[in-house]
Nanobody, 128 residues
Framework: VQLQASGGGLVQAGGSLRLSCAASGRTSSNSAVAWFRQAPGKERAFVAAIRYSGGNTVYEDSVKGRFTISRDNAKNTVYLQMNSLKPEDTAVYYC??????????????????????WGQGTLVTVSS
């Protein structure tokens, strides 16, 4: 599986963006996809994840109610709809996918070690 992230850009605070993570190659029901972000001078941090089996979603607390992760099976693409953006959301956003034979447990969806493949980052800049 290879991942292609896109959709970043410059937006004013309060605005919206939708990031896309397109996967090439076969995915299975054991797959999961997550978004992480890395702000300048900070470590990479979990944002949101979706587990294919059951469609379970997990969010980092600061984005709950503002961000929505979803999946388009036909396009093999995962989206991150980001609304009510804040300057502190400014970061490079990375998508990551799990490509193993076992389904991840929900509590592991926020861990970088759960994922095997990483896409290139897409920069999101939120101006105040």
């Amino acid at each position: 599986v290879q991942l292609q992230a896109s959709g970043g850009g410059l937006v004013q605070a309060g605005g919206s963006l939708r990031l896309s993570c397109a996967a090439s190659g076969r995915t299975s029901s054991n797959s999961a996809v997550a978004w992480f972000r890395q702000a300048p001078g900070k470590e990479r941090a979990f944002v949101a994840a979706i587990r294919y089996s059951g469609g379970n979603t997990v969010y980092e607390d600061s984005v709950k109610g503002r961000f929505t992760i979803s999946r388009d099976n036909a396009k093999n693409t995962v989206y991150l709809q980001m609304n009510s953006l804040k300057p502190e959301d400014t970061a490079v956003y990375y998508c990551a996918a799990r490509d193993r034979n076992t389904r991840p447990i929900i509590s592991a969806l926020s861990l970088a070690a759960t994922y095997d493949k990483w896409g290139q980052g897409t920069l999101v800049t939120v101006s105040s």
